[in-house]
């Protein structure tokens, strides 16, 4: 199973970005798909997730209105749109996948990839 993150880059404060998320090598279906982020010296928290079976989507609050997560189920690949970027969006961002979206959404996380790195810069 492979999970690949891309499209993460050095943006100005107030810019935008997709990233992709591409999954792979699956026997059964994973229809679920988080993104997580960890800026530096933080701990890691979700900032989207999607149930692509009936685009079920959440966000985190301080992401909400400036975030959108789509799915392209015949890629099996998730794209975050990320709009009127902030500083405070610096990190890490991971994508996961899994069957079900856990109170905690990391909870219900089975395989994850190694990460691209968002850098937005005042």
């Known amino acids: 199973v492979q999970v690949v993150e891309s499209g993460g880059d050095l943006v100005q404060s107030g810019g935008s970005l997709r990233l992709s998320c591409a999954a792979s090598?699956?026997?059964?279906?994973?229809?679920?798909y988080g993104w997580f982020r960890q800026a530096p010296g933080k701990e890691r928290e979700g900032v989207s997730i999607i149930d692509s079976r009936d685009g079920t989507t959440y966000y985190k609050d301080s992401v909400k209105g400036r975030f959108t997560l789509s799915a392209d189920n015949a890629k099996n690949t998730v794209y975050l749109q990320m709009n009127s970027l902030k500083p405070e969006d610096t990190g890490v961002y991971y994508c996961?996948?899994?069957?079900?979206?856990?109170?905690?959404?990391?909870?219900?996380?089975?395989?994850w990839g190694k990460g691209t790195l968002v850098t937005v810069s005042s």
């Open positions: 996961a996948v899994g069957y079900y979206i856990a109170g905690t959404w990391a909870n219900g996380m089975d395989y």
């Open positions: 090598g699956f026997t059964l279906d994973y229809n679920v």
